[in-house]
C-alpha cells in the first residue's frame, strides 16, 4: 500500500494500491468525507494513467491544487518508484 502526504488540501494522506497498472483501494484521511469516498470508488479498477489524465490540475475554490490534484501527484510518484 502506498501512502502519500497531501499538500495545500483539507486531506492529510492518501493510500492506495497499484494492482496490474489498476489503482486499488483508495482512501482519503481527512478531507470531504462523502466526496473522496466517491471519487475513490469511481477510479476503483481504473488504469493509472487514465485516472491521472482525469483528475490533474483541478483545483478546489481559489486554491491551485485539490485533493484530486493531489491523488494524480500520488499516483505520479507511485509510478517512478515501481
Same mark, same amino acid.
Given at each position: /500500500? ?38 475513490? &470508488?469511481?477510479?476503483?479498477? /481504473?488504469?493509472?494513467? &487514465? ?10 475554490? /481559489? ?10 501527484? &500520488?499516483?505520479?510518484? &507511485?509510478?517512478?518508484?515501481?
Amino acid at each position: /500500500m502506498y501512502e502519500y502526504k497531501t499538500k495545500g488540501t483539507c486531506s492529510q494522506k492518501i493510500f492506495f494500491d497499484i494492482e496490474d497498472g489498476k489503482v486499488k483501494n483508495v482512501e482519503f484521511l481527512g478531507g470531504c468525507n462523502g466526496n473522496l469516498k466517491g471519487i475513490a &470508488a469511481l477510479i476503483e479498477g /481504473m488504469d493509472v494513467d &487514465a485516472v491521472i489524465e482525469r483528475v490533474e490540475g483541478i483545483r478546489c475554490g /481559489m486554491k491551485s491544487t485539490s485533493c484530486p490534484d493531489q491523488l494524480a501527484k &500520488a499516483l505520479k510518484q &507511485a509510478k517512478e518508484n515501481i
